[in-house]
T-cell receptor, first 118, second 109 residues
């Protein structure tokens, strides 16, 4: 069964360092997302990506964050200068559908990357 | 007012009983509604989607939607200890899902 895969599963980084989290969405999906979940808190939307550009972002997704689809399969989240409060589980998700159909499509999540900033 | 509200629980039910999980949402323009299950330290796993008022059944799970009351629920019949997890309600109006904080379900053997 197709699945969203994320690497690495766990990343430890020093405050101020750059990290890149990687995701391979399901192959026929068109919409890609990053969410994060701070320990004990709810899943929060960061950014959505469609047709090689950001389609929506939350207030959390500030200038230190960027996303990219460098090739036909990978989807990455870069955090330029990590802070202690960036420590969280980061989930990538993907959905089928285009245009208005996207809102009805089911989103499937990867297993997550646990980011620890020390 | 929170966009998606769920009782945090824990909701404790005996094995074999029906577990009833509830969710309310604030945005009347929401178009699609999802239930996810999340085990501790794991990612959300899709259980059900529902788009129209009424009930939708899939195996032991039944999702119910009432758009007039802005209410979504999930019933789990014949609850098993393996159903013990946090259940996340997610609502979609624009491009992304908005999640509730989840209800922790404990099924007692």
């Amino acid at each position: 069964e197709p699945e969203v895969t994320q690497t690495p599963s766990h990343q430890v980084t020093q405050m101020g360092q750059e990290v890149i989290l990687r995701c391979v969405p399901i192959s026929n999906h068109l919409y890609f997302y990053w969410y994060r979940q701070i320990l004990g808190q709810k899943v929060e939307f960061l950014v959505s990506f469609y047709n090689n550009e950001i389609s929506e972002k939350s207030e959390i997704f500030d200038d230190q964050f960027s996303v990219e689809r460098p090739d036909g399969s990978n989807f990455t989240l870069k955090i330029r200068s990590t802070k202690l409060e960036d420590s969280a589980m980061y989930f990538c998700a993907s959905r089928e559908g285009s245009g208005s159909a996207q809102v009805l499509a089911e989103a499937f999540f990867g297993q997550g990357t646990r980011l620890t900033v020390v | 007012q929170k966009e998606v509200e769920q009782n945090s629980g824990p909701l404790s039910v005996p094995e074999g009983a029906i577990a009833s999980l509830n969710c309310t949402y604030s945005d009347r323009g929401s178009q699609s509604f999802f239930w996810y299950r999340q085990y501790s330290g794991k990612s959300p796993e899709l259980i059900m989607s529902i788009y129209s008022n009424g009930d939708k059944e899939d195996g032991r799970f039944t999702a119910q939607l009432n758009k007039a009351s802005q209410y979504v629920s999930l019933l789990i019949r014949d609850s098993q200890p393996s159903d013990s997890a946090t259940y996340l309600c997610a609502v979609n109006r624009r491009r992304a899902l908005t999640f509730g904080s989840g209800t922790r379900l404990q099924v007692q053997p």
